[in-house]
């Protein structure tokens, strides 16, 4: 695998986002990893261009700006079209999974799992499925 890539985590759950540091860390995931606690700091670390990444992997229920909001002004930004980003959540409920993917454009709609060898098996799949796309795709290099 690449371990190059830019991975953004936006997740107000400090827990959430410390095990997936620890899945990540055993997939020998070493790329850089940026974290945001809600929307609004998501759109400021991605109006930075020094900050997009090669993936977001965002949550729905954060403060001041949910997933939802963030997603759709994610896809407002220029230069954000390609780039995946994939719902993170506790959330299984299937009308907002149809929607985020279909109207929203979200890229993948995944439900935290509670077993660590299940999310370390979800982000391992995600960072191979994305990288080959990653390395070709040149709109935010």
Request: with cysteine; hydrophobic share 40%.
């Amino acid at each position: 695998m690449n371990n190059k890539l830019k991975l953004l985590i936006a997740d107000d759950d400090k827990e959430d986002v410390e095990i997936l540091l620890l899945a990540l860390e055993e997939i020998n995931f070493l790329g850089d990893i940026l974290i945001a606690q809600d929307g609004i700091e998501v759109i400021k670390l991605l109006n930075e261009k020094e900050n997009i990444p090669d993936m977001i992997l965002l949550d729905m229920n954060m403060p001041r700006m949910g997933g939802e909001e963030c997603l759709l002004k994610i896809r407002e930004i220029d230069g954000l079209e390609n780039v995946p980003v994939v719902i993170y959540t506790t959330s299984s409920y299937p009308g907002e999974k149809d929607k985020l993917l279909t109207v929203g454009g979200a890229s993948e709609y995944l439900t935290k799992e509670f077993s660590f060898k299940k999310i370390v098996e979800q982000i391992e799949r995600l960072l191979q499925l994305y990288t080959s796309r990653s390395l070709t795709d040149t709109t935010h290099s």
